[in-house]
């Protein structure tokens, strides 16, 4: 990666106690003197040592100490999911870290002085808050000031997906401070108000807002608000968060069961898969289209770093809770639309990274596309040497399965197109393959026994070797 | 003193006096039901696998009070 040496890490300006750059390829923390006193607490104190020890916040080292700046060196995650990419499940335990952080920070005589989403992100199948200026000291008996952030962040996101469905993240993109509570409470059912909760959190507060918004001079007098009180605040959004669910849920439909071939091709499509790759000796892999990660977890135990995507919500989250549920630390799962990737959002353009620039900079050794190609060339009607230069972009290796013109599943996709079906007469192998070695070349080919698929194994021109 | 490097929002400062009295109701009564249920035994296993929102410390001075 060639990057200027001290460049400023483009998320990174919001707050002025210190900012994140890179030093060469190495990603570190400058602290400012304006947050010098909390750091020093919050460090001395033991808050960090314990946050770090429990895996609640990124671990860190102090690289350097002067009176200008303080130096840190975080622990290093491969790969950072945004709101907008996480599932309900996902989504519903960042909302709980961040609430577990504040009510501990305030046990401690600290605050979480923001509540960004962004400020979560997982790692090593789990939560984790990796904004370590986020901490600020408590004064006895003031309201919580990133309450309303994690309204429009967490809170408001999480109900509105119950009554909308895990699309309504996607608003996330467009909102960068999160969904303003106005639009939240006129989104929400009648109904809602009923609930104690979410009349308190979302319309009331909405309701205030807008009596509010003319304190240009901030002026008007804010009211205490005991330690208690705040408690009461924090446990009760738990507990409404953690019981909160999904209103559209189907129950896991188990994808697997529809596959249109046998157990045996299935299983060997799976060997298949295992030998080329544990032959590549990938570090990082990525399967696009992966589902809930079945194929990915043949070669979990001999990958260090396995990134999963899906364009389902619903496999996404079931792939989380196995992970969960196995204690698997080097997979990580998160929603990703092929034809529609999260772009770069926020101030430039560049505060929030698109998944391209994220894919690139993270440079997987090997990309699965497994039963992808014809949803992306027969539903989004993108052409092969299209969808070629898109794995091209940050693939080493590419293993891609092609569902042949008599596969029932591609039949099926074909049909639809009715009168325009000779539209689609390119869809073959040897349009494929020159599609694809515009921009690889082949190294491998072999049909899975007992299907009308064919799995092929590319490597990227230009990388050498 | 705090920074106030965020606009906080007026309403939202003011407004958790009230979302705490009604967060303050709604916690006391599921104590009391949390009581009843565990009595008559109607307990639900959790099905979430995010644990508590308290942080457990092993050597928290404030377990020690009795000694």
Redesign the interface.
Same mark, same amino acid.
């Given at each position: 990666m060639t990057r200027e040496s001290n460049f400023a890490h483009q998320a990174s300006f919001?707050? $002025?106690?210190g900012y994140m750059f890179y030093d060469g390829a190495i990603l570190r923390r400058a602290i400012n003197p =304006?947050y010098f006193p909390q750091y020093t607490k919050l460090k001395e104190t033991g808050f960090f040592a314990? &946050?770090i020890d429990?895996g &609640?916040l990124i671990s860190h080292e102090e690289t350097s100490v002067s009176k200008e700046q303080i130096i840190l060196t975080p622990e290093k995650i491969p790969f950072i999911t945004n709101p907008y990419e996480w599932s309900f499940?996902q989504f519903?335990?960042a909302a709980?870290?961040t609430?577990?952080l504040q009510?501990?920070a305030l046990s401690q005589g600290f605050i979480l002085? *923001?509540a960004s989403a962004y400020n979560i992100t997982f790692h090593k199948g789990r939560p984790v808050f990796i904004d370590t200026l986020s901490f *600020?000291?408590y004064?006895e008996n003031? $309201?919580?000031? @990133?309450?309303?952030?994690f309204?429009t962040h967490f809170f408001g996101p999480l109900v509105l997906a119950k009554y909308h469905g895990t699309d309504i993240f996607k608003m996330m993109q467009t909102h960068i401070d999160g969904i303003p509570?106005k639009l939240i409470a006129s989104m929400l059912p009648k109904k809602t108000k009923l609930s104690?909760?979410l009349?308190?959190?979302i319309h009331?507060?909405a309701?205030?807002?807008?009596?509010?918004?003319e *304190?240009y001079k @901030?002026e008007?007098k =804010?009211?205490?608000?005991s330690r208690k @009180?705040?408690n009461? =605040?924090?446990?009760?959004?738990?507990?409404y968060i953690?019981?909160l669910k999904l209103n559209e849920a189907t129950e896991w439909g188990d994808y697997y069961t529809k596959t249109n071939y046998e157990a045996a091709a299935f299983d060997a499509k799976k060997e298949l898969i295992k030998e080329w790759t544990t032959a590549l000796n990938p570090q990082k892999l990525i399967d696009v289209g992966g589902n809930d990660g079945t194929f990915a977890r043949t070669v979990l135990d001999k990958v260090p770093h396995v990134i999963v995507t899906d364009i389902d919500s619903n496999s996404v989250d079931h792939n989380y809770?196995q992970l969960?549920?196995n204690k698997e630390t080097n997979m990580l799962p998160f929603v990703c639309d092929v034809l529609q990737p999260a772009p770069g959002v926020g101030f430039n353009n560049t505060e929030r990274a698109s998944l391209i620039e994220r894919l690139k900079e993270y440079a997987p050794d090997v990309t699965l596309a497994l039963a992808l190609i014809h949803h992306i060339t027969l539903s989004g009607n993108v052409p092969f040497e299209k969808s070629a230069e898109f794995f091209a972009t940050f693939s080493k290796h590419l293993i891609i399965e092609f569902p042949k013109r008599d596969d029932s599943w591609a039949e099926s996709l074909l049909v639809r197109k009715r009168e325009f079906i000779n539209h689609f007469d390119f869809y073959n192998e040897t349009n494929f393959e020159a599609g694809f070695q515009q921009y690889f070349t082949l190294e491998k080919k072999e049909t899975v026994a007992g299907t009308k698929r064919v799995l092929y194994l590319f490597k990227t021109k230009g990388y050498g070797g | 003193m705090i920074f106030l490097y965020f606009d906080a929002g007026t309403g939202a400062m003011i407004v958790q006096g009230l979302v705490a009295a009604a967060a303050g109701i709604i916690l006391f009564s599921k104590g009391i039901m949390y009581k009843v249920k565990s009595f008559l035994g109607l307990m639900k296993e959790e099905e979430d696998t995010y644990d508590s929102i308290d942080v457990e410390e092993k050597d928290n001075g404030a377990n020690d009070k009795g000694k």
């Open positions: 919001r707050d $002025p106690s =304006i314990t &946050l429990k &609640l499940e519903k335990h709980l870290h609430l577990k009510k501990y002085k *923001d *600020d000291f004064e003031t $309201p919580w000031r @990133a309450y309303k952030q309204i509570v104690s909760t009349f308190t959190n009331l507060l309701k205030m807002e807008s009596k509010h918004k *304190d @901030a008007t =804010i009211a205490n608000l @009180a705040q009461n =605040i924090l446990d009760n959004l738990f507990n953690k019981n809770r969960q549920k | -």
